[in-house]
């Protein structure tokens, strides 16, 4: 904005401040004049002014503009900031489920009645609450992006409510902390199970996954220059990604997390299996590397026979065909043992900031309830403990 005294034909003096207001329909530049009898007073007449003129503009912008259309320039800016793939999927998943009820909407006309009604809608839908919060969540940086272009006056999303299902007394069982992981003999049974029924490398990663506690899209991405042999460690520096669960569509990206970038040491047994399947790939490649036309010669630890990797999606249906084969009867899924490696440290003695640090969490709801109730346990079961190491000086106070 400038400003400038001037003279009037009267004789006395007055502020003439000037600024460009909104650009006219015709293209051409808009400038807005106002004058007054201090510099202060000038300026404030200039910006009032063109308030007043880019409220109507934004007005006939507004109508223009549906919530696809914000949606969408939303989602252009956001995509640029570096997340995980699987969080923009997850984005574009939840703008569709809402764009089915708002897409052709002008934005400005979304009131909060009207969005708490297509919450509503997808509540009844068969959507879960933790899906609604997300779809929420998504639809509120949505209309806070749209507030900030003035496309709208008030975020609709603000104070509306979540719909909540009332859960069953077996869903309320199946919530369990302890059907989270797996506890000794549930692990032993399946491990056992694994050895006998299953194929191959499934030994190998399921070992792996308990006795590391490796996230399996982590386990997945491991490659040989990731096995530090000589000091039994293992690099923990990305995770694998396929929007089709296409292994030659893979994507290898940064982990969940900054701390989930680690180097950690492992078991000695653990390691020298890995080095076992590590000396059997390069066999195989040696030999079929040139008779497959295709073959990835990326070294991954665990790979097909033309060396692409193993998805995640390949682990899930494994461990779903070794189940049958035994009596768990808990939903189990390969994040499982990531939980279970946990229980583990905890009964080992090991501190929750160490696990922390061992696992990749920074802080992680999961991992502290799960070390609260294996401490819990532990405690309880300490005077049994205590009868199995002193029962022999126990009973000499009955002679």
């Known amino acids: 904005m400038h400003c400038r005294q001037i003279e009037l034909k009267s004789g006395k003096t007055r502020w003439e401040c000037v600024d460009d207001g909104p650009t006219k329909p015709s293209g051409k530049r808009n400038q807005i004049v106002r004058r007054g009898k201090t510099q202060k007073e000038a300026k404030a007449k200039v910006r009032d002014e063109i308030a007043r003129q880019t409220a109507g503009t934004n007005r006939k912008i507004s109508k223009r503009i549906t919530f696809g259309d914000a949606a969408q320039k939303w989602y252009d800016v956001y995509s640029l900031d570096g997340k ?10 939840e703008i569709r489920d809402l764009n089915e009820h708002l897409k052709d909407t002008p934005i400005m006309d979304i009131t909060h009645d009207e969005y708490q009604s297509t919450i509503n809608k997808m509540f009844k839908k068969g959507h879960s609450q933790s899906t609604l919060l997300g779809t929420n969540s998504t639809a509120n940086m949505i209309f806070k992006y749209a507030k900030k272009n003035r496309w709208v006056e008030e975020n609709p999303v603000t104070d509306v409510v979540i719909p909540k299902k009332r859960k069953t007394v077996e869903e309320i069982k199946q919530e369990n902390i302890e059907e989270t992981y797996f506890d000794r003999d549930e692990l032993e049974e399946f491990l056992t199970a694994t050895i006998k029924y299953g194929l191959k490398y499934d030994k190998e990663r399921f070992f792996a996954m308990a006795f590391i506690g490796l996230r399996p899209g982590e386990l997945c991405a491991l490659q040989k220059k990731d096995l530090l042999f000589e000091n039994d460690e293992i690099d923990i520096n990305k995770t694998i990604y396929s929007e089709t669960n296409s292994i030659t569509g893979y994507e290898l990206t940064p982990p969940k997390t900054y701390g989930s970038i680690r180097v950690i040491p492992v ?3 653990i390691m020298d299996m890995l080095k076992k399947v590590v000396h059997d790939n390069d066999k195989h490649k040696m030999k079929y590397r040139k008779l497959i036309p295709d073959y990835h010669d990326k070294d991954f630890v665990f790979a097909h026979e033309n060396g692409y990797p193993f998805l995640t999606i390949t682990m899930r249906n494994r461990m779903r065909r070794i189940l049958k084969k035994t009596n768990i009867k808990k939903n189990a899924y390969p994040h499982m043992f990531r939980h279970t490696h946990i ?3 905890t009964e080992a003695g090991v501190d929750l900031p160490t696990i922390m640090k061992l696992v990749g969490h920074e802080n992680d709801k999961t991992t502290t309830k799960i070390y609260t109730h ?7 079961d300490a005077p049994v403990h205590l009868r199995k190491m002193y029962g022999n000086i126990l009973e000499k106070m009955l002679l």
């Not at 294996?374 to 309880?380: N, S």
């Open 343 to 345: 229980s583990m440290l």
């Open 267 to 269: 078991e000695r047994f």
């Open 84 to 93: 995980k793939k699987s969080t923009y999927r997850k984005r574009r998943r």
């Open 374 to 380: 294996v401490t819990k346990k532990m405690i309880k």
